[in-house]
């Protein structure tokens, strides 16, 4: 069982940057991608950025591209998610998940395992 969990969420002010971190205990993430999706208040969960652990191919929703990057985190074999420039738009909760979609499914809940409980991302009007 892959239990991620997730961290780095807090409150940052518009304009500033934001690293969260995604862990997986009990196993590793060779042979998974890694997602982060996010819900904002009222809002259906969506999806933010994916990377596939094995060649390192990375997804973006389109209009989140520029100003957020996920990468591998070489220090402790998690994965990280940089958000840059941010807004009270990029609010929400902001969750990890784990799974081995196809390419045309990244984007996909459905096609993730294991997921995060998540962690809070607030950015102030």
């Known amino acids: 069982q892959v239990q991620l969990v997730e961290s780095g969420g807090g409150l940052v002010q518009t304009g500033g940057s934001l690293s969260l971190s995604c862990t997986a205990s009990?196993?590793?993430?060779?042979?998974?991608?890694v997602a982060w999706f996010r819900q904002r208040s009222g809002e259906e969960r969506e999806f933010v950025a994916a990377?596939?652990?094995?060649?390192?191919?990375?997804w973006y929703r389109d209009s989140l591209k520029g100003r957020f990057s996920i990468s591998k985190d070489k220090a402790n074999g998690g994965i990280l998610l940089r958000m840059n420039s941010l807004t009270s738009e990029d609010t929400g909760v902001y969750y990890c998940a784990a799974g081995r979609p196809i390419s045309s499914t990244v984007a996909t809940m459905g096609a993730y395992y294991y997921w995060g409980k998540g962690t809070q991302v607030t950015v102030p009007s």
């Open positions: 009990g196993s590793t993430f060779a042979g998974y991608s």
């Open positions: 990377l596939r652990w094995s060649g390192g191919n990375t």
